[in-house]
């Protein structure tokens, strides 16, 4: 039984460049999850997806950033042009559509030079 | 809007004492409520899940209550351990056609041995 997985753990960039980061799902889950946490703070959620398509964004998703769930299994989380202030964990969660409980990934940690 | 509130932020206590950690929010009108543990730098666990019908969960140790017309919850843990030392944070589905969950900023648990 696996969990959720993301991709890398951590990402060390320098401002101005593109990352991408990816998340792998519980195999059964149809619905999937990004959340961004800064430090001392709860998890802010950024966007959802039911299967391939994007159903929710935040107004915490700027224009430099996209996601894509394409044929509904693992996602990828691009930011464009990194600032210092995208500096944080971003968490992947999953879930089944007739339970909602969300099960979390280990996350990828960002920092932006 | 949700908000979640956790109260204390901080709490240290000997190893074998009993403890309740304290959630609020603030619209009762919810689908349900999860408790998660996270460990430094990790990703976050799910401890407990509390539909909206129900007025509590057990798990070993743990027990989460749920009292939607006063805007709380509590996490109750039975004869603590320093293994329980870590962040715990609670959040809410609400009703209303969002799948997001709102955090609290939680509540850093130290066990001392």
């Known amino acids: 039984d696996t969990g959720v997985s993301q991709n890398p753990r951590h990402k060390i960039t320098k401002r101005g460049q593109n990352v991408t980061f990816r998340c792998d799902p519980i195999s059964e889950h149809n619905r999937l999850y990004w959340y961004r946490q800064t430090l001392g703070q709860g998890p802010e959620f950024l966007t959802y997806f039911q299967n391939e398509a994007q159903l929710e964004k935040s107004r915490l998703l700027s224009d430099r950033f996209s996601a894509e769930r394409p044929k509904g299994s693992f996602s990828t989380l691009e930011i464009q042009r990194t600032e210092q202030g995208d500096s944080a964990m971003y968490l992947c969660?999953?879930?089944?559509?007739?339970?909602?409980?969300?099960?979390f990934g280990p996350g990828t940690r960002l920092t932006v030079l | 809007k949700q908000e979640v509130t956790q109260i204390p932020a901080a709490l240290s206590v000997p190893e074998g004492e009993n403890l309740v950690l304290n959630c609020s929010f603030t619209?009762?009108?919810?689908?349900?409520l999860q408790w998660f543990r996270q460990d430094p730098g990790k990703g976050l666990t799910s401890l407990l899940l509390i539909q909206s019908s129900q007025r509590e969960q057990t798990s070993g140790r743990l027990n989460a209550s749920l009292d939607k017309s006063s805007g709380r919850s509590t996490l109750y843990i039975a004869a603590s351990q320093p293994g329980d030392s870590a962040t715990y944070l609670c959040?809410?589905?609400?009703?209303?056609?969002?799948?997001?969950?709102?955090f609290g900023k939680g509540t850093k648990l130290t066990v001392n041995p």
């Open positions: 619209d009762s009108a919810i689908y349900n």
């Open positions: 959040a809410c589905l609400t009703q209303g056609g969002s799948e997001k969950l709102v």
């Open positions: 969660a999953s879930s089944k559509q007739t339970v909602n409980e969300q099960f």
